[in-house]
C-alpha cells in the first residue's frame, strides 16, 4: 500500500510540477505549441495508467501532457518537443497535441476530437485476432461524446468483444458549453450501459481510488470478453487552451472550482502519504522531481532546432 501510494504520487506531482513549469515560461516564446493542460485531472491518467501493463496501449486526446508523463515517466523528449527541438520526441513537428511514446505504450494522441477512439477499437481487435493479451485504453473528454464516431465504435467494440477501455475524462463541459446544452439525455453512464459493455463510474479525485477502479475493469475485460467504458469526472482548472484561469469569461464558475480545489488529486495524495512517510521523505521525493524537471529545461533551451529538410522525413502519404 505504501510503495503503491509512493509511485502514485511522484507521477501526480511529476505532472504538476512540469506543467507550472510550462505555465511559468510559457509567454517567455520559447515553447512553439499551444497548450491543452492536465491540472485537475491528474488523478484520472495516472490511476488509469500505473494500472495498465507497460505493453498495454495507451491513446488520447489533445489534454496530452498527463497522459505521456505518466505512461513515460520522462521529462527530456517532453520539454524538448515543447520548445520545437530536435531532441524532441518527435523532433518539435508534435508539439503538445500530438505526443506519443511507443516503447511506453502511448501509441498516439490527436489534435482532432474522437479521432482516436476508432483507432483504438482497430488496436484491439488485432489484439484479439493475435492473443496477445494486450489491452487497449482510449481517452477522451465528454465533448468526444457528441461525436458519431464515439457511439460506432462503442457499438461495434461491444458487437466484436474487443479489449478495449473507454475512459471518458467528463468535465461536463466541451470548450465552452456545458453538457446540459449539448445532451438529449441526462446521464451519458445510463445512455452507455444500455450497449453491451460494462460501466464504472466515479466523481473521485483519489489516484488511488481512480487505480482499483482501473483494475476492476480490466478484470472484467478479461472475465467477460467484452468492452468497459469509464465514466470519469473531473474539473478543468484552466482555460480551454493556454496556460491562465478563465473564470472571468462567464462561462464557468468559480464556486465550482473551489469545491474541486478542495479535494485537489496532488494535495489530497501527498497528505495521504503523511500516514506512511516523514514530512522530509516526501519533500525528498519533490526536491527530485523538480531538480529533473529544471534540468530538463535546460537541455530543452540549449539544444538545437532540427533543419528544414526534417519536415518531410517520417511522413507517410
Given at each position: 500500500m505504501?510503495?503503491?501510494?509512493?509511485?502514485?504520487?511522484?507521477?501526480?506531482?511529476?505532472?504538476?510540477?512540469?506543467?507550472?513549469?510550462?505555465?511559468?515560461?510559457?509567454?517567455?516564446?520559447?515553447?512553439?505549441?499551444?497548450?491543452?493542460?492536465?491540472?485537475?485531472?491528474?488523478?484520472?491518467?495516472?490511476?488509469?495508467c500505473?494500472?495498465?501493463?507497460?505493453?498495454?496501449?495507451?491513446?488520447g486526446t489533445?489534454r496530452?501532457?498527463?497522459?505521456?508523463?505518466?505512461?513515460?515517466?520522462?521529462?527530456?523528449?517532453?520539454f524538448?518537443?515543447?520548445?520545437?527541438?530536435a531532441?524532441?520526441m518527435?523532433?518539435?513537428?508534435?508539439?503538445?497535441?500530438?505526443?506519443t511514446?511507443?516503447?511506453s505504450?502511448?501509441?498516439?494522441t490527436?489534435?482532432?476530437v474522437?479521432?482516436t477512439?476508432?483507432v483504438a477499437?482497430?488496436?484491439?481487435?488485432a489484439?484479439?485476432?493475435?492473443?496477445?493479451?494486450?489491452?487497449v485504453?482510449?481517452?477522451f473528454?465528454?465533448?468526444?461524446i457528441?461525436?458519431?464516431?464515439?457511439?460506432?465504435?462503442?457499438?461495434?467494440?461491444c458487437?466484436?468483444?474487443?479489449?478495449?477501455?473507454?475512459?471518458?475524462?467528463?468535465?461536463d463541459?466541451?470548450?465552452h458549453?456545458?453538457?446540459?446544452?449539448r445532451?438529449?439525455?441526462?446521464?451519458i453512464?445510463?445512455?452507455?450501459?444500455?450497449f453491451?459493455?460494462t460501466?464504472f463510474?466515479?466523481?473521485?479525485?483519489?489516484?488511488?481510488?481512480i487505480?482499483?477502479?482501473?483494475?476492476?475493469?480490466l478484470?472484467?475485460?478479461?472475465?467477460?470478453?467484452?468492452?468497459a467504458?469509464?465514466?470519469?469526472?473531473?474539473?478543468?482548472?484552466?482555460e480551454h487552451?493556454?496556460?491562465?484561469?478563465d473564470?472571468?469569461?462567464?462561462?464557468?464558475?468559480?464556486?465550482?472550482?473551489?469545491?474541486?480545489?478542495?479535494?485537489?488529486?496532488?494535495?489530497?495524495q501527498?497528505?495521504?502519504?503523511?500516514?506512511?512517510?516523514?514530512?522530509?521523505?516526501?519533500?525528498?521525493?519533490?526536491t527530485e522531481?523538480e531538480?529533473?524537471?529544471?534540468?530538463?529545461i535546460?537541455?530543452a533551451?540549449?539544444a538545437?532546432?532540427?533543419?528544414?529538410?526534417?519536415l518531410?522525413?517520417d511522413?507517410?502519404?
Amino acid at each position: 500500500m505504501k510503495d503503491l501510494n509512493i509511485e502514485l504520487y511522484r507521477k501526480l506531482y511529476l505532472i504538476r510540477k512540469a506543467e507550472d513549469a510550462v505555465r511559468r515560461d510559457y509567454f517567455s516564446d520559447k515553447m512553439k505549441t499551444p497548450m491543452h493542460m492536465s491540472t485537475g485531472g491528474e488523478a484520472i491518467c495516472v490511476g488509469v495508467c500505473h494500472a495498465l501493463a507497460n505493453t498495454d496501449q495507451v491513446m488520447g486526446t489533445y489534454r496530452s501532457h498527463g497522459i505521456y508523463l505518466a505512461k513515460s515517466g520522462e521529462t527530456d523528449q517532453f520539454f524538448a518537443e515543447m520548445y520545437g527541438k530536435a531532441t524532441g520526441m518527435a523532433k518539435g513537428k508534435a508539439g503538445s497535441m500530438h505526443l506519443t511514446s511507443p516503447k511506453s505504450g502511448l501509441i498516439c494522441t490527436s489534435a482532432i476530437v474522437g479521432t482516436t477512439i476508432p483507432v483504438a477499437a482497430g488496436a484491439a481487435y488485432a489484439n484479439k485476432m493475435q492473443k496477445n493479451g494486450k489491452m487497449v485504453a482510449v481517452f477522451f473528454g465528454d465533448g468526444a461524446i457528441d461525436e458519431g464516431v464515439f457511439w460506432e465504435t462503442l457499438n461495434s467494440a461491444c458487437v466484436m468483444k474487443l479489449p478495449v477501455l473507454f475512459v471518458c475524462e467528463d468535465n461536463d463541459i466541451a470548450v465552452h458549453i456545458p453538457g446540459k446544452d449539448r445532451h438529449g439525455y441526462r446521464s451519458i453512464s445510463e445512455v452507455v450501459e444500455r450497449f453491451d459493455c460494462t460501466v464504472f463510474t466515479s466523481d473521485s479525485t483519489d489516484a488511488e481510488v481512480i487505480h482499483k477502479l482501473t483494475q476492476d475493469a480490466l478484470k472484467t475485460i478479461r472475465d467477460s470478453g467484452r468492452p468497459a467504458f469509464m465514466h470519469l469526472k473531473y474539473f478543468r482548472y484552466l482555460e480551454h487552451v493556454g496556460v491562465n484561469e478563465d473564470f472571468n469569461q462567464g462561462y464557468r464558475d468559480r464556486i465550482e472550482y473551489e469545491k474541486w480545489r478542495a479535494k485537489d488529486p496532488v494535495d489530497l495524495q501527498r497528505a495521504k502519504l503523511l500516514r506512511w512517510c516523514k514530512e522530509d521523505e516526501i519533500r525528498a521525493i519533490e526536491t527530485e522531481i523538480e531538480s529533473r524537471i529544471e534540468q530538463s529545461i535546460k537541455k530543452a533551451d540549449a539544444a538545437p532546432f532540427s533543419a528544414p529538410n526534417e519536415l518531410y522525413e517520417d511522413v507517410l502519404a
